[in-house]
């Protein structure tokens, strides 16, 4: 949905933890979710996707699970290493409607070593 | 393959005068599509084009926003009379298929207006 206000809320985790990061999205239309990494300074980075009519979709230490009932997504990112410090935006997408995506409010990611 | 390219990655204009953002899709992508991003916001649609044509432009400013993708070079994203709260990075993506889990995205241009 659309974001608001001036501060990212922010995940801190120790280094080796594992980090889940929560998104809700806005429209019940939907079909097609999409998890970015953002490095400061640089555009979205794709991070693994999931449609629909699946509930779990698992990637190399990342796992996105979606909950249509109440329009709810999560990104659970495995034993976080530095290198996964960021800002990670969930975006949503229809399919046959327009191909734009229409992107949450963003979580930042503080890993600790 | 070198990814989207955007030029300039940094620019600055004074209040009145144009902003000409430029975007380089990947090899072999037609379709371009433009995001705005204010400080700790998400990205939000501006406009989809596909070569020569303007498919979705649903997120564009009534005024002073325009956008073309010509046949020959690249994307081109123009802001007239900039204000200050034009201020923001402006993402291009590119798809090869027009199909949204394929879009690309460069790194950006930050736009600030004194």
């Known amino acids: 949905g659309e974001s608001v206000g001036l501060h990212l809320p922010t995940l801190s985790v120790q280094e080796g933890d594992n980090s889940i990061i929560n998104c809700a999205y806005s429209n019940s239309a939907s079909d097609y979710f999409i998890w970015y990494k953002q490095e400061s300074g640089k555009g979205p980075q794709f991070i693994i996707d999931i449609r629909s009519n699946m509930d779990k979709r698992q990637g190399q230490r990342v796992t996105v699970l979606l909950n249509k009932t109440v329009k709810h997504l999560s990104l659970q990112i495995a034993a976080t290493q530095p290198g996964d410090s960021a800002v990670y935006f969930c975006?949503?997408?229809?399919?046959?409607?327009?191909?734009?995506?229409?992107f949450g409010g963003g979580t930042r990611l503080m890993v600790k070593p | 393959n070198a990814g989207v390219m955007q030029n300039p990655r940094h620019l600055v204009r004074r209040r009145g005068q144009e902003a000409r953002l430029r975007c380089s899709p990947m090899k072999g992508h037609s379709h371009v599509y433009w995001y705005r991003q204010l400080p700790e916001e998400g990205l939000k649609f501006m406009v989809y084009l596909q070569k020569e044509n303007i498919i979705d432009e649903s997120g564009m400013p009534k005024e002073r926003f325009s956008a073309e993708f010509p046949k020959e070079g690249p994307s081109i994203l123009r802001i007239q009379q900039v204000v200050r709260g034009d201020s923001a990075a402006y993402f291009c993506?590119?798809?090869?298929?027009?199909?949204?889990?394929?879009?690309?995205f460069g790194p950006g241009t930050r736009l600030t207006v004194t």
């Open positions: 993506a590119s798809s090869e298929t027009g199909a949204s889990y394929e879009q690309y």
């Open positions: 975006a949503e997408s229809i399919n046959n409607a327009g191909n734009m995506l229409t």
